[in-house]
């Protein structure tokens, strides 16, 4: 069992372990030592979110990198998806992310990607892990390089410049969003420059907010996390939509011009029909996680698609389209792959692919997502002190099987652990909005009393 990473990397409160400096340094070595390039010098390309963290990290982790006689590769803030396609497009052997994606400034984390841009297996992260804690026997990581076997460390200016090619590439070549108003929320994160340039560039009006970063506003009242700000902005200019990302844009959710929140959920809804029509949905099927909606599923099988789910977690998405070669999935929380495009959640090109219907279809955003309709579903978070087995919590497990009894056929219950906070996440969904609320509070309750934080 892994001790170091959890969902989605390596992740906690900077300063305080795991996410110590300290460790970063043994991650850093760790990465090296596995992804030595026999033939030619290891490069590692490292790139962070706007954290004020980011700064210890970046150092931390290049020291480790760079003591192991390998090279380090600085690109600065960009996406998540951006330090994914870079680690790709200039050849590195691995990518490293410092961020801790939508949550608040105090938090941060590390995430990997190997050469093809993709997350690392749980395998390898297990290796990892097992390097930097020491393992058994003797430290490989304390090996001492001779000094002129030190690896470099470079800064490249030009990445931003690569990453936003790479975004307009997204969107239909015949196309522009001139005469398009569009509201970018960047959520004082990675995507604070990108997001605002590449809309301007391919002819959209564009009224960014969230974008003077300052180290410790990263998500905070602003973005995904909060996407009523961008809303109220929409509904003030007459934008034709808004965009919020999150600290590290891998994520997205869309506003439209009434000023309606458009979930993961509803965005796969409505370019799922549109790339089948164009024959660009592989096997007719897309893939989302348990926590998606019941109301895609319906929506879905209405155009002849099927809908696979998986453990939630955009990798565990990414790892089921890879295996069967699916083109598009994503989660409701706004992570969205267009595997076509991108080797993981990028929420600047899902946003293009959606511009792209619209200005092909002539409709307006709330037109096209009337495509699903969403079954009411409620979602309770509950800090904890601990994380035992669900089913060794007889309360929890009386209170499902309750609820369970109580909706019957129109409604399913979902509860588990967050992979990356001490919270238990608990979902109720059905057709009653006040019978779903009542369950999940008892559910709630049921976790309060056993393991409350």
């Known amino acids: 069992m892994k001790k170091l990473f959890g969902t989605d990397g390596v992740r906690g409160i900077a300063n305080r372990y795991p996410m110590t400096a300290q460790m970063a340094v043994r991650l850093g070595q760790a990465v090296a030592h596995h992804f030595k390039h026999r033939n030619r010098r290891t490069r590692i390309l490292v790139g962070k979110d706007t954290r004020l963290s980011g700064y210890m990290f970046e150092s931390a982790l290049a020291a480790g990198i760079t003591s192991m006689g390998a090279d380090v590769m600085f690109v600065g803030p960009l996406p998540t998806p951006g330090i994914a396609f870079l680690t790709t497009d200039m050849r590195a052997d691995a990518g490293i992310v410092i961020s801790a994606s939508h949550n608040a400034y105090q938090d941060n984390g590390i995430k990997l990607f190997a050469a093809d841009g993709y997350k690392l297996p749980d395998a390898v992260e297990l290796q990892l892990e097992k390097l930097a804690l020491g393992g058994d026997g003797p430290d490989v990581l304390d090996q001492q390089l001779d000094p002129e076997r030190i690896g470099r460390a470079t800064r ?24 398009l108003k569009i509201v970018v929320d960047c959520a004082n994160g990675a995507a604070y ?74 965005i796969m809804a409505l370019c799922a029909p549109w790339l089948k029509e164009r024959d660009e949905l592989p096997h007719d099927t897309v893939v989302a996680t348990v926590m998606s909606n019941l109301g895609l599923e319906i929506a879905l099988r209405r155009h002849g698609i099927a809908l696979v789910r998986t453990k939630v977690g955009d990798r565990y998405v990414v790892g089921e389209m890879r295996k069967h070669d699916y083109a598009l999935g994503g989660e409701q929380s706004g992570h969205l792959i267009f595997r076509d495009f991108a080797s993981t959640g990028d929420g600047m090109v899902a946003a293009l692919q959606v511009l792209g219907i619209m200005q092909s279809s002539g409709k307006r955003l709330s037109e096209l997502t009337r495509v699903m309709q969403a079954l009411p579903q409620t979602l309770i978070n509950v800090g904890v002190a601990s994380k035992p087995p669900l089913n060794s919590l007889d309360g929890v497990q009386a209170a499902i099987q309750a609820t369970e009894q109580r909706l019957g056929d129109e409604g399913r219950v979902l509860v588990r652990y967050s992979g990356t906070e001490n919270k238990a996440r608990v979902m109720v969904e059905g057709s009653d909005p006040r019978l779903i609320q009542s369950c999940a509070e008892e559910i709630a309750g049921a976790f309060q009393k056993a393991i409350g934080a």
């Open 156 to 179: 490249y200016e030009d990445a931003t410049g690569r990453y936003n090619v790479f975004l307009k590439a997204a969107f239909p070549k015949n196309m522009t969003l001139d005469g």
């Open 193 to 266: 420059k990108v997001a605002p340039t590449v809309l301007d560039e391919l002819g959209a009006e564009v009224i960014a907010l969230g974008n003077t970063p300052n180290g410790t506003n990263i998500n905070n009242r602003c973005g995904s996390n909060n996407p009523n700000i961008a809303a109220a902005r929409v509904l003030e200019t007459g934008a034709d939509l808004g965009i919020t990302l999150d600290g590290d844009a891998d994520r997205v959710i869309l506003i439209d011009e009434r000023g309606q929140r458009i979930d993961g959920d509803h």
